[in-house]
């Protein structure tokens, strides 16, 4: 199978055949938004740069200020901490529970303030978090809920597509994400008034875009005395050519999402019986899609042995494993410019997530964006050879 097919290469050729002509020149955004809506089985969808864009948008849009706090995640791409900061606003960092690596319930609810305005749960590696007791810390506390799922399309946690959860939920179509354009990202909501909020905002804060209007025409703005601006709004418009692309990787993402948990089988297999390492927990209510293959290596001296298992890996043929993010509060724009900020109350310690700071030098992430299969089971089978010679 083809990452990129012949589907997108025909709609991008489209695009360029209309030579980016002003009246054509959002058909597919506004096909990929229905599309994309449709899919989730909400009311509106925003197409946007990336998968950043589309949480500072959201936290924006449901009207979180300068100064609130917002919970976030330690444990996951810097990106959704960095949103709250491009907002003007706090992160306070929850700790994620040390079976599934998402997001704690139960952390959540410690750092909870009368500062707190939004929560950003991530579905880590394709899995959901605990949607059921997070909701209703918001509606207890009267908290916004922005999910972030980057990393995550097609997850099911009880029935319903993870997507379905949040005020706003956030996707990236960055290159190594389950649908790709290379860059962009999408905003799915059902409030009206967070859609126009979120349309302005990522388009200038232009009066004539609403929440199913992504584009201005020529003919609206022909008046010597029309008003464009009524909001503070950045140009963060998905392009067309992005559009394109994303629309054919979506209606071909059954088949993508698929391969990745087929790949992910081949490596459950390879662990069977392992005390070396252990999966990310999957609960029986939630479906797994996999941007990566999670596990955890058991050992007391990560620093050592972290790198002494890949390297065994390697040297047996395998393509290397990946390493997880730094914790945000350790990376050197936190503990050296965040930290010092009015307003910032958590110390960046040891200690401040404890979870999360078992887990992260101890993960390894194989990848499993591999569309020919047999590609996937000789590195499963190297990776089998590996356990058992650790």
């Known amino acids: 199978m083809k990452r990129i097919s012949d589907l997108e290469r025909k709609y991008v050729l489209d695009v360029l055949d209309n030579e980016f002509n002003t009246s054509k020149n959002s058909i597919y955004n506004n096909k990929l938004e229905a599309a994309f809506a449709s899919k989730f089985k909400m009311n509106y969808a925003i197409g946007q740069i990336n998968g950043t864009a589309t949480l500072h948008t959201a936290l924006h849009a449901i009207g979180v200020k300068p100064g609130d706090e917002v919970i976030v995640p330690p444990l996951t791409m810097s990106s959704t901490a960095l949103a709250v900061l491009?907002?003007?606003?706090?992160?306070?960092?929850?700790?994620?529970?040390?079976?599934?690596?998402?997001?704690s319930a139960?952390?959540?609810?410690?750092?909870?303030?009368?500062?707190?305005?939004?929560i950003i749960t991530v579905a880590l590696y394709g899995l959901s978090p605990e949607y059921d007791a997070i909701l209703d810390l918001c509606k207890k506390h009267n908290i916004g809920l922005v999910e972030d799922n980057a990393e995550c399309f097609l997850s099911k946690y009880k029935g319903k597509y993870v997507g379905e959860f949040g005020d706003f939920s956030s996707f990236s179509f960055q290159a190594s994400k389950h649908l790709t354009a290379g860059e962009g990202g999408m905003l799915l909501c059902n409030s009206e008034e967070y859609a126009n909020n979120a349309r302005r905002f990522s388009s200038l804060g232009y009066a004539g875009v609403s929440a199913k209007q992504g584009k201005i025409t020529r003919e609206d703005i022909q008046d010597p005395q029309y008003s464009r601006h009524v909001a503070v709004g950045f140009n963060y418009r998905m392009s067309e050519l992005c559009a394109a692309v994303v629309l054919g990787q979506l209606e071909r993402a059954e088949e993508l999402v698929e391969t990745r948990i087929q790949v992910a089988k081949l490596f459950d297999k390879a662990i069977e019986g392992s005390n070396v390492v252990r999966l990310q927990k999957t609960p029986d209510y939630c479906l797994n899609t996999y941007w990566s293959y999670s596990l955890v290596l058991n050992t007391d001296k990560p620093e050592v042995?972290?790198?002494?298992?890949?390297?065994?890996?390697?040297?047996?043929?395998?393509?290397?494993?990946?390493?997880?993010?730094?914790?945000?509060?350790?990376?050197?724009?936190?503990?050296?410019?965040?930290?010092?900020?009015?307003?910032?109350?958590?110390?960046?310690?040891?200690?401040?997530?404890?979870?999360?700071?078992?887990?992260?030098?101890r993960m390894i992430q194989l990848k499993t964006n591999y569309w020919d299969l047999k590609e996937a089971e000789i590195q499963a089978e190297i990776l089998q050879k590996t356990l058992n010679q650790y």
């Open 86 to 103: 491009q907002n003007g606003s706090i992160p306070v960092f929850a700790d994620v529970d040390i079976d599934t690596f998402n997001i």
């Open 106 to 118: 139960e952390s959540i609810a410690e750092k909870i303030t009368n500062k707190t305005k939004a």
């Open 305 to 361: 042995d972290w790198y002494k298992f890949r390297n065994l890996f390697k040297q047996n043929g395998g393509d290397g494993y990946y390493a997880a993010w730094k914790l945000s509060y350790f990376e050197p724009l936190f503990l050296e410019k965040v930290q010092n900020m009015p307003g910032v109350t958590q110390k960046y310690v040891k200690g401040l997530c404890v979870n999360s700071e078992y887990l992260q030098p």
